[in-house]
């Protein structure tokens, strides 16, 4: 019912930057929390930063005062600009949406995008 297409990933030297976007497309009412997670090698998926439908916004430790989170509401898309990158933020990212889909319900079904590559070199 719903997709979530990724884009922006790539390779970068350390010290560089990268925007990841998340567009969703489907049958959508409307979305409330909005993020980014992100799963290293042999790692488990950790939470990155999140952003709810009023704007409030959460990071982790690991990323606070270099990632930024944001999100265009008329375009269902979730950003994530990401500054200052270390080999450490190497990782597939995965974006997610809290998405209502019934106008008749207010239940709210959790997507997830593909995953996107994010490469940084030391």
């Known amino acids: 019912q719903v997709q979530l297409v990724e884009s922006g990933g790539g390779l970068v030297q350390a010290g560089g930057s990268l925007r990841l976007s998340c567009s969703a497309s489907g049958r959508i009412v409307s979305i409330n929390t909005m993020g980014w997670f992100r799963q290293a090698p042999g790692k488990q998926r950790e939470l990155a930063a999140t952003?709810?439908?009023?704007?409030?916004?959460n990071y982790a430790d690991s990323v606070k005062g270099r990632f930024t989170i944001s999100r265009d509401n008329a375009k269902n898309t979730v950003y994530l600009q990401m500054n200052s990158l270390n080999p450490e933020d190497t990782a597939v990212y995965y974006c997610?949406?809290?998405?209502?889909?019934?106008?008749?319900?207010?239940?709210?079904?959790?997507?997830w995008g593909q995953g996107t590559q994010v490469t940084v070199s030391s």
């Open positions: 952003i709810t439908l009023s704007g409030s916004t």
């Open positions: 997610l949406q809290n998405v209502r889909t019934d106008v008749r319900s207010d239940y709210y079904t959790t997507y």
